[in-house]
């Protein structure tokens, strides 16, 4: 496996950024090329070292590169600053983020800025460092400081002279001037009440510990928590989630990278001003999200893979190794490799990395035993040193009682422990705003956990290493939640067949990746869970019946445990009822085990765990399962222990209740419930207490943060536009970018199609799906929905749909003599967001028309998907009134982009202008011809009889549906005020 680069600095020229390779200390000079990005976002090799150039005044060490984001016609560079190492897995480090810096590309004095900026923040973090207790972060040879170290330890000899680019004089290097960091730099200036409002720490020391987030410690640091499980803890300082790794938590005191004075010069040549305007908060909100704590890297070990999938001696580069199910910043790193540059690509994976070393201790002959906790760290996972701690401990307190293993021999072994979790990309986002499944079977919330048991020295030749492997995801069926409810009703969508093709695709993915598949549901048999669950339990049933997986008899297996019901009164131990069911499985599939190298037995299946969120009941269960797998694994080596009552294994509650808080605040933006039986396997009031005020923060977050922050991950992951911020602050909500609405609706006009258009001899010449006031002879209602158009060589329908169902709910049938005008112009039916003012993309139009006498108007349809049995008319139908003589409809184009830009398109989409001006001159151009095969002549009606001069023949006339003045004159004050708070609040 071709190297990458470990650590590299980061400096501006007058034409790019500047990326040189830098060795460890001790080390010989890096072998790889030093590369340039200009500062037009173009990556190329550089030829000739450029540190100690005159134009690199200020220069920043990285440990490696996320990614080049790109915002409208701006580029900057996320790098990795700071970084923990977590775990050790054969030999080879692994870290997780701590702290990333953005570095705009715009000019070499804005670079230089930033630079200055990011060093500046290193070194108040490696300060806090040093005046408190000292981090675990056991730095192997590749950790040691590098050639720079010198240069950056000292903050005075920063420069504070940069070089014009313009002018070649030299001048004094500008600090930003962001208010919140004036206040954090000068917070003794401002007193104590600014001291504590912009600290690390804040107010909210207190409200962490009471809804189960981290706290501080006395330098203000905030440990990680995935990082915490490396490190003891004792009943007293339980582990906890860390707050900072909440995506949606706006940090105002996050150094801004632009400030708002920058933005014109950041987004020179660019019209979309308000990408401009959320520029500030997508940099924010890129940066609390890659410093979280929930990326996790190494150099040259593939984290996305199972450790028995490993191929040894690879001569590929990592990235090409790497799994893309798991690969989180594949579509911001891309121009890397696009360009060749192989050793600038780190891939991370997004989930959980967590190791415990732990020693067994044979007590007799009847093979007893006792797990030893360790205070070990990855780098120090033999116990030798615990052990002498121990000793050493003893001998200075000859009264106590304390039990020493070098008092006696020590007939045991050491052991190692490690969790890695992987969240998949696809479906990926945050809670309620991503549920279910996609058309292309990708399930909400997925994550593959795997759990290794190997010996410290991870050599299989002496000691096998096992791997069990467990997935959870949301369930697989298309439904939907608000999130303003604490209770919200499941509301399922799609129809039967539509659910079905999504499942089968969803379940024979699983089957081709594990193997067998058994589904534990822990969903409520009654209540708001009941409906999806019976509808997940139908499908699996129905799935079995017609081929099973594969669709050639692979069953899937299905569990509905009601964990509610069984675990009423906080008895969680009944989860044994589950884990007997699901024992026949796990014994038939075990797990891998690899000796000498070579894989001996290979685990043949998967359990697939989920509750509604798969998180808190999920966390429950899956860490039950590993605890069974564990101790059947250890008794293979004749050392039985207790996981579930022995005191001294507590570590293990531990470790997985660090992964279960971590997926559940990449998801849900708190650390997971139940976690107290999960790290104690006991449930107190004090445990649900703190479950209530997780659940009021989910909420908060859930209506309030998640939706500009899933907008940004669907950015990130590549599956949106930079559009998607303008749509955001246009509505304030964000869209399902994994659902390809381009598929939902030609399948729309296709079920309309099929419905609706009763004679066969009429042929369809062309379908659209547009966007329509919810009530005909209206141009502007409260809201606005989808509605398809039919047009066919006789008669035009509109179809009103059932979304949810896939139901056409009412149609009508209006007959091309009938249409009597079509005109077409702008169509602004909302002034409160500057995207709802374009008059270039807020255009419609207006078919008017005339109705039969003692016609049917409107058909409705009281059957959930097919055609038969309409509502018959009445015997005597009402005689339509002078109104309904003349009636229009009005329709509005939809915005052309593909919301799955993973699909991408052929070629670019007609603009709404485009869609509309063919539409309207389609419906003249058939209406027309219509008009001369019958040879029918229409006329002006004055009278109910008819008559008049012959009718012309039909034209698009230009017209406003709605102009904008006319639009502001309709816009209520409470209107604008509510839209005004809104916008105050979520972005």
């Not at 169902?805 to 079509?822: C, D, G, M, P, W």
Request: net charge negative.
């Amino acid at each position: 496996m071709p190297g990458l680069v470990r650590k590299l600095l980061i400096f501006a020229a007058v034409d790019g950024l500047i990326l040189q390779p830098a060795p460890p200390r001790n080390h010989p000079p890096a072998t790889q090329q030093a590369i340039k990005i200009d500062y037009k976002g173009n990556v190329g090799p550089l030829i000739k070292d450029r540190r100690d150039a005159d134009t690199a005044p200020v220069s920043l060490d990285s440990h490696g590169i996320v990614g080049l984001l790109k915002i409208a016609t701006s580029f900057f560079l996320i790098s990795i600053s700071g970084r923990q190492q977590v775990a050790n897995i054969r030999g080879k480090s692994i870290y997780t983020i701590t702290d990333i810096a953005l570095i705009p590309l715009a000019s070499q004095a804005d670079a230089d800025k930033a630079i200055v900026s990011a060093r500046e923040h290193v070194l108040r973090h490696n300060k806090d460092d040093e005046d408190g207790e000292e981090s675990y972060d056991s730095e192997s040879e590749d950790e040691s400081p590098s050639v720079t170290d010198s240069v950056i330890e000292d903050l005075p000899s920063l420069p504070t002279e940069v070089k014009d680019t313009a002018t070649g004089q030299r001048g004094p290097v500008q600090r930003r001037t962001s208010v919140a960091e004036d206040v954090i730099h000068k917070k003794g200036v401002y007193g104590r009440f600014a001291d504590k409002w912009f600290s690390k720490k804040g107010w909210s020391t207190d409200s962490r510990r009471t809804q189960g987030l981290s706290q501080e410690d006395s330098s203000g640091k905030n440990t990680p928590k995935n990082v915490a499980s490396t490190v003891p803890e004792t009943e007293e300082q339980p582990t906890s989630a860390s707050n900072s790794d909440a995506l949606p938590i706006d940090d105002k005191s996050t150094p801004e990278v632009v400030s708002p004075e920058e933005i014109p010069k950041a987004f020179e040549g660019a019209h979309d001003s308000t990408t401009a305007t959320l520029l500030p908060k997508i940099l924010r909100t890129t940066k609390l999200y890659f410093a979280s704590g929930n990326f996790f890297f190494s150099y040259d070990y593939d984290l996305s893979h199972s450790i028995s999938d490993h191929e040894p001696n690879s001569t590929l580069a990592l990235f090409e190794e790497f799994d893309p199910l798991f690969f989180w910043n594949q579509h911001i790193i891309s121009p890397f490799i696009e360009a060749g540059q192989h050793a600038f690509v780190l891939p991370l994976i997004q989930g959980f990395v967590g190791q415990r070393a732990f020693s067994i201790k044979v007590l007799d002959s009847q093979a007893r035993s006792i797990a030893i906790d360790p205070t070990a760290s990855p780098d120090d996972i033999s116990l030798k040193s615990w052990r002498e701690s121990k000793q050493a401990e003893a001998d200075s307190s000859p009264d106590t009682n304390t039990e020493t293993p070098s008092s006696e021999p020590f007939n045991g072994k050491d052991f190692l422990l490690t969790l890695v979790s992987r969240r998949s990309v696809k479906r990926a986002g945050l809670r309620y705003l991503r549920r279910g499944v996609d058309d292309e079977g990708n399930a909400a919330n997925s994550v593959e956990t795997e759990q290794i048991l190997s010996s410290p020295t991870w050599d299989s030749s002496t000691d096998k290493i096992f791997s069990f492997t467990q997935y959870r995801a949301s369930i697989p069926l298309f439904f939907s939640q608000s999130p303003y409810s604490l209770k919200p009703q499941v509301m399922v969508w799609g129809s039967p067949e539509t659910n079905a093709k999504a499942f089968k695709l969803h379940f024979s993915g699983l089957a081709s990746r594990y193997g067998s598949v058994y589904c534990a549901s822990l969903v409520d048999k009654h209540g708001t869970e009941a409906k999806i669950g019976e509808g997940y339990e139908k499908q699996a049933k129905d799935l079995n019946a017609s081929g099973g997986m594969d669709g050639q008899g692979k069953t899937l297996g299905f569990e509905w445990f009601d964990f509610h019901n069984v675990c009423r009164g906080m008895r969680f131990e009944n989860v044994s009822i589950l884990m007997d069911t699901l024992g026949p499985f796990m014994n038939s599939t075990g797990w891998t085990e690899i000796h000498n190298n070579q894989i001996t037995h290979k685990q043949s299946g998967v359990l697939r765990t989920n509750c509604m969120d798969c998180l808190d009941r999920t966390n429950v269960v899956q860490s039950a399962c590993a605890r069974i797998a564990l101790e059947n694994q250890l008794s293979s080596g004749n050392f039985n222990i207790d996981l579930q009552n022995d005191p001294s294994t507590s570590w293990f509650n531990t470790l997985w209740a660090d992964n279960g808080d971590n997926i559940s605040r990449q998801y849900a933006g708190t650390a997971a419930l139940k976690g107290d039986f999960t790290r104690t396997r006991k449930r107190q009031i004090t445990g649900a207490l703190t479950d209530f005020g997780l659940t009021l923060t989910r909420y908060y977050n859930n209506i309030v943060n998640d939706y500009f922050a899933q907008a940004l991950i669907d950015y990130l992951l590549g599956r949106a536009t930079d559009s998607i911020f303008v749509e955001f602050e246009a509505d304030m909500k964000s869209s399902d970018y994994f659902i390809d609405l381009r598929k939902v609706r030609q399948a729309a006009i296709e079920r309309c199609t099929s419905i609706v258009i009763e004679n066969k001899e009429e042929d369809l010449v062309a379908g659209w799906t547009l966007s329509v006031p919810t009530s005909a002879n209206h141009l502007k209602t409260t809201t606005f929905e989808e509605a398809v158009l039919l047009l066919t060589e006789k008669a035009l329908y509109f179809c009103r749909l059932d979304w949810g169902t896939e139901k056409v709910r009412e149609f009508e049938r209006i007959s091309l003599e009938q249409v009597q005008a079509v005109f077409r112009g702008v169509y602004i039916t909302s002034t409160l967001a500057q995207r709802h003012m374009d008059e270039e993309k807020n255009v419609g139009f207006v078919v008017r028309y005339r109705t039969a006498q003692g016609g049917e108007l409107v058909r409705r349809n009281t059957r959930s998907l097919d055609s038969g049995n309409w509502d018959e008319p009445p015997a005597n139908p009402p005689k339509p009134t002078p109104q309904d003589a003349g009636r229009f409809l009005a329709f509005k184009a939809l915005p052309p982009r593909s919301s799955n830009v993973a699909t991408g398109d052929a070629e670019d989409p007609e603009t709404e202008i485009q869609v509309v001006n063919t539409i309207c001159e389609e419906i003249v151009r058939v209406a027309n011809r219509f008009q001369k095969e019958r040879v029918v002549k229409w006329r002006y009606s004055e009278t109910e009889e008819g008559g008049g001069k012959a009718r012309e023949e039909l034209k698009v006339e230009e017209k406003d549906v709605i102009s904008a003045a006319d639009a502001k004159k309709s816009t209520g004050y409470l209107e604008q005020l509510g839209y005004s708070l809104k916008k105050l609040v979520w972005s």
